[in-house]
Protein backbone atom coordinates (compact mmCIF):
# COMPACT_ATOMS: atom_id res chain seq x y z
CA UNK A 1 0.00 0.00 0.00
CA UNK A 2 0.67 3.72 -0.16
CA UNK A 3 3.60 5.01 2.25
CA UNK A 4 4.02 8.11 4.02
CA UNK A 5 6.95 8.94 5.90
CA UNK A 6 7.95 11.81 8.31
CA UNK A 7 11.19 12.90 9.57
CA UNK A 8 12.40 12.67 12.06
CA UNK A 9 10.15 10.30 14.76
CA UNK A 10 11.50 12.58 17.46
CA UNK A 11 12.87 15.64 18.50
CA UNK A 12 14.51 17.55 21.05
CA UNK A 13 14.79 21.54 21.14
CA UNK A 14 15.65 24.24 22.85
CA UNK A 15 12.99 26.73 23.83
CA UNK A 16 13.14 29.92 21.18
CA UNK A 17 14.53 27.41 18.43
CA UNK A 18 12.72 26.10 15.59
CA UNK A 19 12.34 22.60 14.74
CA UNK A 20 11.41 21.97 10.71
CA UNK A 21 9.62 18.35 9.96
CA UNK A 22 9.24 16.32 6.74
CA UNK A 23 6.87 14.64 5.37
CA UNK A 24 7.24 12.42 2.67
CA UNK A 25 4.60 10.48 -0.16
CA UNK A 26 6.73 7.67 -0.96
CA UNK A 27 4.75 5.91 -3.73
CA UNK A 28 2.36 8.64 -4.64
CA UNK A 29 2.18 12.54 -5.67
CA UNK A 30 0.04 13.85 -3.29
CA UNK A 31 -1.13 17.33 -4.55
CA UNK A 32 -3.12 17.86 -0.72
CA UNK A 33 -1.06 16.71 2.14
CA UNK A 34 -2.52 17.44 6.02
CA UNK A 35 -0.76 18.30 9.26
CA UNK A 36 -2.27 17.40 12.81
CA UNK A 37 -1.57 17.67 16.51
CA UNK A 38 -2.00 15.42 19.47
CA UNK A 39 -1.60 16.19 22.60
CA UNK A 40 -0.99 13.69 25.32
CA UNK A 41 -4.33 11.23 25.94
CA UNK A 42 -5.88 13.31 23.53
CA UNK A 43 -7.47 13.06 20.19
CA UNK A 44 -5.77 14.15 16.67
CA UNK A 45 -6.42 17.69 15.99
CA UNK A 46 -6.33 19.26 12.02
CA UNK A 47 -3.99 22.21 11.88
CA UNK A 48 -3.46 23.07 8.20
CA UNK A 49 -3.76 21.89 4.79
CA UNK A 50 -1.34 21.88 2.65
CA UNK A 51 -1.70 22.59 -0.85
CA UNK A 52 1.43 22.14 -3.47
CA UNK A 53 2.58 24.98 -4.98
CA UNK A 54 0.13 27.45 -2.91
CA UNK A 55 -0.40 28.62 0.74
CA UNK A 56 -1.81 26.42 2.75
CA UNK A 57 -4.80 26.73 4.53
CA UNK A 58 -4.78 27.13 8.61
CA UNK A 59 -7.46 25.80 11.08
CA UNK A 60 -9.55 28.32 13.51
CA UNK A 61 -6.71 28.91 15.92
CA UNK A 62 -3.20 27.50 14.57
CA UNK A 63 -0.67 30.64 14.12
CA UNK A 64 0.38 30.45 10.87
CA UNK A 65 3.18 32.48 11.51
CA UNK A 66 4.88 30.25 13.96
CA UNK A 67 3.73 26.80 12.26
CA UNK A 68 5.21 27.67 8.74
CA UNK A 69 3.98 24.83 6.32
CA UNK A 70 6.03 24.26 2.79
CA UNK A 71 4.65 22.08 0.28
CA UNK A 72 6.91 22.47 -2.75
CA UNK A 73 6.79 19.27 -4.39
CA UNK A 74 4.27 16.65 -4.84
CA UNK A 75 5.63 14.51 -2.75
CA UNK A 76 7.05 16.71 0.05
CA UNK A 77 5.54 18.90 3.04
CA UNK A 78 7.27 20.50 5.76
CA UNK A 79 6.66 21.93 8.96
CA UNK A 80 8.45 24.09 10.56
CA UNK A 81 7.59 25.33 14.00
CA UNK A 82 9.12 28.41 14.68
CA UNK A 83 10.44 30.01 18.16
CA UNK A 84 9.32 27.38 19.97
CA UNK A 85 8.04 26.70 23.41
CA UNK A 86 7.86 24.21 25.76
CA UNK A 87 3.91 24.08 25.28
CA UNK A 88 4.60 23.26 21.56
CA UNK A 89 5.51 19.75 22.69
CA UNK A 90 3.40 17.30 21.25
CA UNK A 91 3.23 14.43 18.95
CA UNK A 92 2.51 16.27 15.11
CA UNK A 93 1.64 13.88 12.46
CA UNK A 94 0.72 14.35 8.48
CA UNK A 95 -1.52 12.61 5.84
CA UNK A 96 -1.67 12.35 2.62
CA UNK A 97 -4.52 11.41 0.07
CA UNK A 98 -4.01 9.84 -3.31
CA UNK A 99 -5.33 12.74 -6.21
CA UNK A 100 -8.31 11.53 -7.70
CA UNK A 101 -9.40 9.49 -5.37
CA UNK A 102 -11.77 11.64 -3.57
CA UNK A 103 -13.29 11.70 -0.51
CA UNK A 104 -14.49 7.56 -0.87
CA UNK A 105 -10.67 5.69 -0.33
CA UNK A 106 -8.11 5.64 2.91
CA UNK A 107 -5.80 8.70 4.00
CA UNK A 108 -1.98 7.21 4.26
CA UNK A 109 -0.58 8.57 7.40
CA UNK A 110 3.42 9.27 8.58
CA UNK A 111 4.43 7.80 11.58
CA UNK A 112 4.29 10.91 13.83
CA UNK A 113 6.88 13.09 15.23
CA UNK A 114 7.27 13.43 19.32
CA UNK A 115 8.23 17.22 19.33
CA UNK A 116 9.79 17.71 23.28
CA UNK A 117 11.01 21.84 23.70
CA UNK A 118 12.89 22.11 26.80
CA UNK B 1 -18.90 16.18 8.91
CA UNK B 2 -21.62 15.09 10.82
CA UNK B 3 -20.62 13.60 14.49
CA UNK B 4 -20.16 10.49 15.42
CA UNK B 5 -20.16 8.76 19.24
CA UNK B 6 -17.83 5.51 20.31
CA UNK B 7 -17.56 4.04 24.10
CA UNK B 8 -14.50 5.13 25.64
CA UNK B 9 -12.90 1.98 26.36
CA UNK B 10 -13.32 -1.67 25.65
CA UNK B 11 -12.13 -4.34 27.15
CA UNK B 12 -11.70 -8.10 25.33
CA UNK B 13 -9.59 -11.30 25.38
CA UNK B 14 -7.27 -12.10 23.13
CA UNK B 15 -8.41 -15.05 19.87
CA UNK B 16 -12.18 -13.56 20.76
CA UNK B 17 -14.16 -11.13 18.72
CA UNK B 18 -14.64 -7.40 19.31
CA UNK B 19 -17.35 -5.59 18.24
CA UNK B 20 -16.54 -1.54 18.61
CA UNK B 21 -19.55 0.21 17.80
CA UNK B 22 -20.47 3.57 16.64
CA UNK B 23 -23.16 5.77 16.41
CA UNK B 24 -24.12 8.34 13.99
CA UNK B 25 -27.74 9.52 14.04
CA UNK B 26 -27.00 12.61 11.79
CA UNK B 27 -25.64 10.45 9.18
CA UNK B 28 -26.21 12.13 5.58
CA UNK B 29 -26.70 9.96 2.25
CA UNK B 30 -23.52 10.98 1.11
CA UNK B 31 -21.18 10.29 4.24
CA UNK B 32 -18.89 7.09 4.39
CA UNK B 33 -18.35 5.69 7.25
CA UNK B 34 -14.64 5.40 7.85
CA UNK B 35 -12.48 3.50 10.76
CA UNK B 36 -9.14 4.65 11.46
CA UNK B 37 -6.83 2.90 14.31
CA UNK B 38 -4.33 4.23 16.25
CA UNK B 39 -1.18 2.17 17.91
CA UNK B 40 0.55 3.56 20.55
CA UNK B 41 3.02 6.42 19.66
CA UNK B 42 2.19 5.73 15.84
CA UNK B 43 0.34 7.65 13.35
CA UNK B 44 -3.03 6.31 12.18
CA UNK B 45 -3.69 3.93 10.20
CA UNK B 46 -6.58 2.67 7.70
CA UNK B 47 -9.07 -0.22 8.66
CA UNK B 48 -12.08 0.40 6.52
CA UNK B 49 -14.75 1.93 5.29
CA UNK B 50 -18.37 1.36 3.93
CA UNK B 51 -21.55 2.82 2.79
CA UNK B 52 -24.49 1.15 3.11
CA UNK B 53 -23.53 -3.05 2.79
CA UNK B 54 -21.37 -4.36 5.22
CA UNK B 55 -17.30 -4.37 4.04
CA UNK B 56 -15.17 -7.23 5.14
CA UNK B 57 -11.58 -6.86 4.15
CA UNK B 58 -8.27 -9.02 5.69
CA UNK B 59 -8.35 -6.50 8.90
CA UNK B 60 -11.96 -6.39 9.91
CA UNK B 61 -15.96 -6.73 8.71
CA UNK B 62 -18.01 -3.40 9.09
CA UNK B 63 -21.48 -4.01 9.81
CA UNK B 64 -23.60 -0.84 8.75
CA UNK B 65 -27.24 -0.61 10.16
CA UNK B 66 -30.14 -0.57 7.58
CA UNK B 67 -31.00 2.96 8.87
CA UNK B 68 -26.86 3.79 8.60
CA UNK B 69 -27.21 5.11 12.02
CA UNK B 70 -25.06 3.14 13.70
CA UNK B 71 -22.11 0.79 12.53
CA UNK B 72 -19.79 -1.89 14.08
CA UNK B 73 -16.38 -2.93 13.41
CA UNK B 74 -15.99 -6.54 14.05
CA UNK B 75 -12.29 -7.73 14.55
CA UNK B 76 -13.20 -11.33 14.18
CA UNK B 77 -9.93 -12.63 16.60
CA UNK B 78 -8.33 -10.05 18.09
CA UNK B 79 -4.55 -10.39 19.07
CA UNK B 80 -2.83 -7.77 21.67
CA UNK B 81 -0.99 -6.65 18.41
CA UNK B 82 -5.07 -5.09 17.86
CA UNK B 83 -4.91 -2.80 21.00
CA UNK B 84 -5.24 0.55 20.17
CA UNK B 85 -7.53 3.64 19.56
CA UNK B 86 -10.38 3.20 17.23
CA UNK B 87 -11.75 5.99 15.60
CA UNK B 88 -14.92 6.27 13.69
CA UNK B 89 -15.62 8.99 11.13
CA UNK B 90 -18.00 10.04 8.45
CA UNK B 91 -16.86 11.58 5.61
CA UNK B 92 -18.65 13.12 2.87
CA UNK B 93 -17.97 11.89 -0.50
CA UNK B 94 -18.57 15.20 -2.23
CA UNK B 95 -15.88 16.80 -0.10
CA UNK B 96 -13.44 15.25 -3.07
CA UNK B 97 -10.70 14.43 -0.17
CA UNK B 98 -9.89 18.28 -0.25
CA UNK B 99 -10.44 17.88 3.84
CA UNK B 100 -8.35 16.60 6.39
CA UNK B 101 -10.62 14.29 9.00
CA UNK B 102 -12.20 14.83 11.84
CA UNK B 103 -11.12 12.57 14.70
CA UNK B 104 -13.62 11.98 17.66
CA UNK B 105 -12.19 10.71 21.01
CA UNK B 106 -11.77 7.10 19.67
CA UNK B 107 -12.72 3.70 21.46
CA UNK B 108 -9.60 2.77 23.53
CA UNK B 109 -9.50 -1.22 23.04
CA UNK B 110 -7.92 -3.03 25.70
CA UNK B 111 -7.07 -6.81 24.84
CA UNK B 112 -6.35 -9.51 28.01
CA UNK B 113 -3.99 -12.02 27.59
Known amino acids: GAVVSQHPSRVICKSGTSVKIECRSL??????MFWYRQFPKQSLMLMAT?????????EQGVEKDKFLINHASLTLSTLTVTSAHPEDSSFYIC??????????????FGQGTRLTVV | DAKTTQPNSMESNEEEPVHLPCNHSTISGTDYIHWYRQLPSQGPEYVIHGLTSNVNNRMASLAIAEDRKSSTLILHRATLRDAAVYYCILRDVTGGGADGLTFGKGTHLIIQP
Open chain 1, 95 to 108: SARKPGTGGVTEAF
Open chain 1, 50 to 58: SNEGSKATY
Open chain 1, 27 to 32: DFQATT
